[in-house]
């Protein structure tokens, strides 16, 4: 099963706290009247592609952690993206780690995206 192509581009750049003030407008519903204007309908509808583009990943990795088939590695010549599942009591997990060797000494940065 392929990943599907992506739907979805940039938003925002916004970080710290101008990116909170967006969350409080969110959580406060400003978002909803925003259907009413054909500019931010647009925004909406690329927002909502966003989310299916996210639900179509998740599907995926869960897809192949129940048959513990690999996820891809991704290499370059100093660069390695690395791809795991995990499964803790039905909780998923998508692990990323990067590894830069284009230094004098290797570099690895690790993040992880907890799956609902």
Same mark, same amino acid.
């Given at each position: 099963?392929?990943?599907?192509? %992506?739907?979805? /581009?940039?938003?925002?750049? %916004?970080?710290?706290?101008? %990116?909170?003030?967006?969350?409080?407008?969110?959580?406060?519903?400003?978002?909803?009247?925003?259907? $009413?204007?054909?500019?931010?309908?647009?925004?909406?509808?690329?927002?909502?592609?966003?989310?299916?583009?996210?639900?179509?990943?998740?599907?995926?990795?869960?897809?192949?952690? @129940?048959?513990?088939?690999?996820? @891809?590695?991704?290499?370059?010549?100093?660069?390695?993206?690395?791809?795991?599942?995990?499964?803790?009591? /039905?909780?998923?997990?998508?692990?990323?780690?990067?590894?830069?060797?284009? /230094?004098?000494?290797?570099?690895? %940065?690790?993040?992880?995206? $907890?799956?609902?």
């Amino acid at each position: 099963m392929a990943l599907q192509a %992506k739907k979805g /581009g940039t938003i925002h750049s %916004k970080t710290g706290d101008a %990116k909170n003030a967006l969350k409080a407008k969110y959580d406060a519903g400003d978002h909803t009247v925003l259907e $009413n204007y054909p500019g931010e309908a647009a925004l909406l509808y690329q927002m909502q592609q966003m989310s299916e583009d996210i639900d179509e990943l998740r599907r995926y990795i869960v897809a192949l952690a @129940p048959d513990e088939k690999p996820l @891809p590695t991704i290499s370059t010549a100093s660069h390695t993206v690395d791809f795991t599942v995990t499964n803790s009591r /039905g909780a998923y997990a998508l692990v990323i780690t990067v590894v830069d060797s284009s /230094g004098s000494k290797p570099v690895t %940065k690790t993040t992880t995206i $907890n799956l609902s």
